[in-house]
């Protein structure tokens, strides 16, 4: 991307954090930037835009590779967040066309192939973030967005940044919901980080993601198969 966005993804960046289904959003007022989206890896034919329309909203232009460009204007009475279809399998440029009072915004992008058989996996995770950042994101902008996600299995996890709250495990288990012990397969911080599992002191690295995902494949997904 170019020119000037400022990002909110948490409560630091903003005290009412973002809107976006990830807990964030980024908004411009430079009428020069642009934005530039494309896959890492794997066959896109199809992208999904999200963004604000909202009063004083401006207006913004997106093309698929050097096609032809299509503007959207933002501004609306009433604030929500909308989608945008978009097909095509080169990369998706948006340009801002106009700043308006209050800018463009923008919740990002959802990477689709609906080609039978392929199957897309959305990650809304927000570093840094609670359970109650997500419950801070407005009910219908949060709604609209899983709708328009079109999810046929959604796993939330939560309970690992909720640890600074020291809620006691059976809070989450007495009311029957699905508990996954992590230090049983971690053992302590000081144990884990001398085999190795963290990056930092916060952050498991690449193994201990593994052992995380593995640990809830057995307790959860393996009970359903």
């Known amino acids: 991307r170019t020119g000037i966005w400022t990002d909110v993804r948490n409560h630091v960046d903003d005290p009412n954090g973002g809107?976006?289904?990830?807990?964030?959003?980024t908004t411009t007022l430079d009428v020069s930037a642009t934005i530039s989206v494309s896959p890492y890896f794997g066959a896109v034919t199809k992208y999904r835009l999200f963004y604000e329309k909202r009063p004083g909203g401006g207006a913004f232009g997106y093309a698929?590779?050097?096609?032809?460009?299509?503007?959207?204007?933002?501004?609306?009475?009433?604030?929500?967040?909308?989608?945008i279809d978009v097909a095509g399998t080169e990369a998706l440029n948006i340009t801002i066309v106009s700043a308006g009072a209050n800018?463009?915004?923008?919740?990002?992008?959802?990477l689709?192939?609906?080609t039978p058989g392929q199957m897309v996996m959305h990650k809304l995770g927000?570093?840094?973030?609670?359970?109650?950042?997500f419950k801070d994101i407005p009910e219908a902008y949060f709604k609209t967005a899983?709708?328009?996600?079109?999810?046929?299995?959604?796993?939330?996890?939560?309970?690992?940044?909720?640890?600074?709250?020291n809620t006691p495990p059976n809070t989450f288990i007495d009311r029957g919901w699905a508990f996954i012990d992590l230090e049983a397969f971690f053992g302590s911080y000081s144990k884990a980080?001398?085999?190795?599992?963290?990056?930092?002191i916060y952050h498991p690295n690449v193994y201990g993601g593994k052992l995380i995902g593995h640990s809830i494949f057995k307790g959860v997904f393996e009970k359903l198969i």
């Open 19 to 25: 809107f976006g289904p990830d807990a964030s959003h």
């Open 64 to 83: 698929v590779g050097d096609g032809t460009v299509t503007q959207v204007n933002t501004n609306a009475t009433v604030a929500s967040l909308a989608t």
């Open 103 to 110: 800018g463009v915004r923008l919740f990002g992008a959802s």
């Open 112 to 114: 689709l192939n609906p």
């Open 126 to 133: 927000s570093g840094g973030a609670d359970a109650k950042r």
């Open 146 to 165: 899983i709708e328009a996600l079109e999810l046929d299995i959604a796993c939330i996890s939560f309970g690992t940044n909720e640890d600074s709250y």
């Open 193 to 200: 980080n001398t085999l190795g599992l963290y990056a930092d």
